[in-house]
């Protein structure tokens, strides 16, 4: 199995930015397909972006485009979220999640078999 912990979220004004990570342990990580979702209270969890196991694919949210960034750096076991020009929409619980890459589509929650804790982020309006 993978075990994923997040760091990095916090509270941040309209317009401001964080950088999200999440590091991996247990089996080899640059086997993975690895993707962030983000859940706000009372509401489904959603896609945000994915990224391949080389990190020549990634994949983002329409919502997300041109603001964040998806990368990994296997050599240190994480991938980290690039956070920029933040609304209070961006408000949620922020997960990331491990699959074998071309098991299922990578915008499928239900594909992913790894998961962390979540990482709150809180942006002020």
């Known amino acids: 199995q993978v075990q994923l912990v997040e760091s990095g979220g916090g509270l941040v004004q309209a317009g401001g930015s964080l950088r999200l990570s999440c590091t991996a342990s247990g089996r080899t990580f640059s086997s993975y397909a690895m993707s962030w979702f983000r859940q706000a209270p009372g509401k489904e969890r959603e896609f945000v972006s994915a990224?391949?196991?080389?990190?020549?694919?990634?994949n983002y949210a329409d919502f997300v485009k041109g603001r964040f960034t998806i990368s990994r750096d296997n050599a240190k076991n994480t991938v980290y979220l690039q956070m920029n020009s933040l609304t209070h929409e961006d408000t949620a619980v922020y997960y990331c999640?491990?699959?074998?890459?071309?098991?299922?589509?990578?915008?499928?929650?239900?594909?992913?078999?790894?998961w962390g804790q979540g990482t709150q982020v809180t942006v002020s309006s």
């Open positions: 990224i391949s196991w080389s990190g020549s694919s990634t």
């Open positions: 999640a491990a699959k074998e890459y071309g098991s299922g589509n990578y915008w499928k929650d239900g594909n992913y078999p790894y």
